[in-house]
Every structure is written in C-alpha cells, then in structure tokens.
C-alpha cells in the first residue's frame, strides 16, 4: 500500500503535515486555540522555552521569503533554532546528485522536525515518507498543496468573519496552479454551507479533476470569468498571483499576468462593508497598492501576523505534543 500521512485525530505529536486533508474541524479548533495563545507569547519580549533545545530544519528547493521567514520566526519565537537550506540543488550535496531521500535521512539526523519547500507535487509526502525519526511539514509542493498557508488563512477568516461555515468568498487569479488555493478550498469544504465563486480567464480555472474533487468535498463552486460577476458583499476576497515558475511560454505567462485586479473601483462596486480582502502573498499587480490602508485589507497585517501564530502553535503541537 502507497504511504499516506496519518489523520491527526487530535493527536498532532510526531505527525507530517503534508495536506489539509489530515484535518478535521476539531483539530482545527485545537490549533487555533493555542495559535490565540501564541499571539501573547510573541508580543511579550521575554525568551521562551517551548521549544528550547530544539532545532526544525528548513530546506526550501524553490524561491520563499514569507513562509520561510514565519516558520523561522515562529522556531525562534519558541526559543527554537534552525538550520537554514535555501537552494539545496545551489548550494548542498542535492548539486551533486544526492537523492531528495538522501538529504531527508541526513538532516533528520540533525533536529526535531524538517520543513520543507520543492517545485514538484507530491515531494512533501515522499519526504515524510522518507523521513524515519522526524515529522515533515509541507512548506508548499508545486501546485500540489500549501497547508500551513490555508491553517493560517482559516484563522484569518474566522477571526474577522466569527465562522468558517455559511460564507460567501471569491478567490481569484491562477487557480490551476495556485497550491494556496487548492489547499484553501479544502479547508472551507470541512465546514458546512460555503460557497467559493472562482474568478479565473479559462485558461487558469481549477483543473477539472480539481473542480470535481472539491465539489464533492462539500463546498459549493462558481466558476466565473468577469469581475462583472463576483457577487456583491461577500464574506472574504482571496487574490493570487499568477504562477509564473508554472508556465512553460513566457509569452503565455505575459498574457495571462495579472488578469484581475483589486481596485478602488471594484472594492465601490463589490465589496461590503466586512468583506475581507486577503493574499497569500508576494501580489505583483494584481492588487493595487492605495487599497492596503483600507482596513479591510488584512494581507499585509493580520494574514501575515496570523501566520507566525499559526506556525508557532502548529510546531509545538507537533514537536512537544502540546
Ligand atoms: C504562496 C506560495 O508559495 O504558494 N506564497 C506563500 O507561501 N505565501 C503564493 C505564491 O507564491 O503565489
């Protein structure tokens, strides 16, 4: 039988986080619990020791800035430290040639627990599988799944909106290749009555594996190709950029760019007094820089604040079991 990551059945100790799927609501619950307290933890300007002693390693084969600065804030936050690999296939003995289980069995050998970043789906659970002694955490697998990103996002809409069931969201831009957003509508297809209008130029809409995938998980879709058609007030606005690295024509990436974007205009003509407007994060264009002091704007304050907390609790969760 193929490798499959363990549910976490409110047990997180020892546990890969490879997909949302490993989720249950009650596990959020518990996430998110210690994710509030973590909040205080980070502000307080005093060490801590939940995570003294321990060392997560993070190796990212693919560009990051965000998800690698959280989860190392997050580790140093706890009083935690890290080893640091960014561009293995540069900088490490992956350059010559030594197998992505290789590198996990060597550094496991090395810490507490493992992040992990790769350009190809499907790497995060060959690694956990690898991986003998330490758990993995999915950093983002190439259009595959971005779990701790949507942990965080599910925090973010439940702090503004007091729910995760009975909303009305729009997530635009790449959803073919969007990692963030196909872990995203997993999350809000554990909760009941959601429904996701999906703004996408064809060429960019969910696969259709994909489509059928998460409707039958339980979340409503409507795939949409005007922003004529976003319906008005909704609960949450999710914006991603389109994935250049995914494309194999340049051309067709500059074609297919920036397809949407968040404007004064369409915030006045769509958006509702408590609609939030998020993004995974890093935006080139898709979101015009006069709407970030509008304070429904959470994704360059609480979506990323949010994300340490997220992270901190999750660590704890899975190194100390508490
Ligand atoms: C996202 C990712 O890497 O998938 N970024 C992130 O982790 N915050 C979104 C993106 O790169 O578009």
Known sequence: MSFEPQKINGKFKGKD?????QFSP????????????????????????????????????EPSSRTFGSFGASVKQLGGQTIDILNPQVFSSVS?????????RVFE???????????????AKIAAEAAKFVPIINAGDGIGEHPTQTLLDLYTIQEKEGKLNNLTGVMAGDLLNGRTIHSLLRGLSFYKKNTVYLLSPKELKLSKDDYK??????????????????????????????????FKSIKDYER??????VTKDLVARKAGKKTI???PLPRIGE???????????????????????????LLSLIINGK
């Open 17 to 21: 986080i490879v997909s949302l799927d």
């Open 26 to 61: 009650k596990d959020i619950d518990i996430l998110f619990g210690l994710a509030k307290k973590m909040q205080k933890i980070a502000y307080n300007g005093k060490p801590s020791d939940v995570l003294k002693g321990k060392i997560v390693t993070l190796i990212f084969y």
């Open 96 to 104: 010559k040639g030594e197998t992505l289980e290789d590198t996990i």
């Open 109 to 123: 050998a090395y810490c507490d627990a493992i992040v992990i970043r790769h350009p190809v789906a499907g790497t």
């Open 213 to 246: 995938k998460f409707s039958s998980l339980g979340v409503k879709l409507v795939e949409i190709e005007n922003d004529k058609d976003i319906p008005k007030n909704a609960d949450f606005w999710y914006w991603t950029r389109t994935q250049k690295e995914r």
């Open 256 to 261: 297919l760019k920036t397809p949407f974007v």
């Open 277 to 279: 407007i998020m993004h």
């Open 287 to 313: 979101i015009d820089p006069v709407i970030d002091s509008d304070p429904r704007a959470v994704y360059l304050s609480s979506q990323v604040r949010n994300g340490m907390y997220v992270r901190m609790a």
